[in-house]
């Protein structure tokens, strides 16, 4: 059989092996050294905005530590998009707190602001003011970021902006995950950039970072014994993993032009057959289009579903994967409250992720493009 197509593989640039190599000639071989510093500022450099950012051992680590430095706890009710990967809610109940789902809007298939505000206003008749808010940037498309935060400022409640599909992504020419009180990076192995596992926690809010830095590394006191006054994690990312990162750094911008690339030759050959509908850019918007998705819209002369195209690629030893299952569909949040519902739940019925790594050959695309296109039209 030939070699798998994956949907979203690693992709080294060359230089990684370089930092690698020299933390193991200095033996920093642990969560601590000169990487990771250098990492934090290179990322921060990157970003821009005057923030400041903790690396970690992932993206849902920063999202669990953002909760505790906004002082979610016990009882508390947190907002959060329903359309998402179960690390950007699962931190909410480690915390003891509640998820409230919001739906998603078209457009960018992200949190709808209106229902967003809908939910707040209904949480306040019922006494319970959320603590803060988990606005997800899905596949690399940025959300409708000026509408919500607008809504979270009126109600003066803080904005957790997981940007962990969305590195390189920009809303209005500001970098995705600098624009909330925090940001959330993920560098998993399946993200634009690796560290093999990792993530990053991001505000312009120094002293919150430098706190979740603390709590990362097991919060221990400044004194010379082991002695510790706070319950803490050890969610720091390791010295080696963040050479990885630095490497991959340099790299950036062309894997969000390749990215790009594959989304536009999919949409060139895909994007006029019957029933086929593709993410759109809306202006201002810049998406790193980390994953090109589809959705598939049975017409009256054809009957394919996700699934059949799914299956086709999958006998061709070919990834694809359907959309987020929304959260409020899922078991384990079966009885969390939910505002909307409808829209991700169609999403999810009608849509799928094609390859979309940056080292796709132009060969394995061009196959990709012919069994949908052939599967489609009926071909096959």
């Known amino acids: 059989m030939k070699p798998r197509v994956f949907l979203s593989p690693p992709h080294m640039g060359g230089e990684e092996i370089k930092f690698v190599q020299e933390a193991f000639n200095t033996n920093w071989i642990s969560p601590a050294g000169p990487h990771i510093n250098?990492?934090?500022?290179?990322l921060a450099q990157y970003l821009g905005e005057a923030v400041a950012v903790a690396a970690l051992s992932s993206g849902t680590a920063a999202i669990h530590l953002a909760l505790i430095i906004l002082g979610v706890k016990y009882g508390d009710e947190v907002l959060c998009s329903t359309f998402t990967f179960a690390g950007s809610c699962n931190p909410i109940v480690y915390q003891g707190a509640t998820p409230v789902f919001i739906d998603s809007e078209q457009e960018t298939w992200n949190m709808d602001p209106l229902l967003l505000e809908k939910a707040i206003e209904d949480r306040l008749r019922q006494g319970k003011k959320p603590k803060a808010i988990?606005?997800?940037h899905l596949y690399g498309m940025p959300a409708r970021m000026d509408e919500i935060m607008a809504v979270a400022r009126k109600h003066d409640i803080p904005v957790i902006e997981d940007?962990?599909?969305a590195l390189g992504s920009t809303y209005k020419g500001v970098k995705c995950g600098t624009i909330g009180d925090f940001g959330i990076l993920s560098f998993n192995g399946n993200k634009i950039i690796t560290t093999s596992g990792g993530g990053a926690l991001v505000s312009k809010k120094h002293d919150w970072v430098e706190k979740a830095r603390f709590l990362a590394t097991q919060a221990r006191?400044?004194?010379?014994?082991y002695e510790h006054s706070h319950i803490g994690y050890n969610y720091r990312l390791s010295n080696v993993c963040a050479g990885i990162g630095r490497g991959q750094l340099k790299v950036l911008d062309?894997?969000?032009r390749q990215r790009r690339a594959v989304y536009d030759l999919y949409k060139m050959q895909l994007g006029s057959l019957p029933g086929i509908a593709f993410l759109p850019e809306p202006d201002g918007y810049f998406s790193n289009r980390w994953l090109t998705c589809i959705l598939l819209n049975n017409t009256d002369k054809q009957v394919v579903t996700s699934d059949t195209v799914r299956l086709t690629l999958e006998k061709k030893n070919i990834e694809s994967r359907p959309l987020w299952k929304p959260m409020h569909l899922q078991p384990l949040y079966r009885q969390a409250p939910v505002y909307g519902g409808a829209v991700s739940a169609a999403l999810f019925e009608k849509g799928l992720c094609l390859p979309s790594g940056s080292n796709l050959t132009e060969e394995q695309q061009q196959e990709i493009i012919s069994?949908?296109?052939?599967?489609?039209?009926?071909?096959?």
Request: charged fraction near 30%; charge should be negative; proline fraction near 3%.
């Open 371 to 380: 069994l949908v296109e052939d599967k489609i039209t009926g071909y096959n």
């Open 38 to 42: 250098a990492f934090e500022n290179e």
């Open 221 to 225: 006191d400044a004194v010379p014994h």
């Open 254 to 256: 062309a894997r969000v």
């Open 134 to 136: 988990i606005v997800v």
């Open 163 to 165: 940007a962990a599909e």
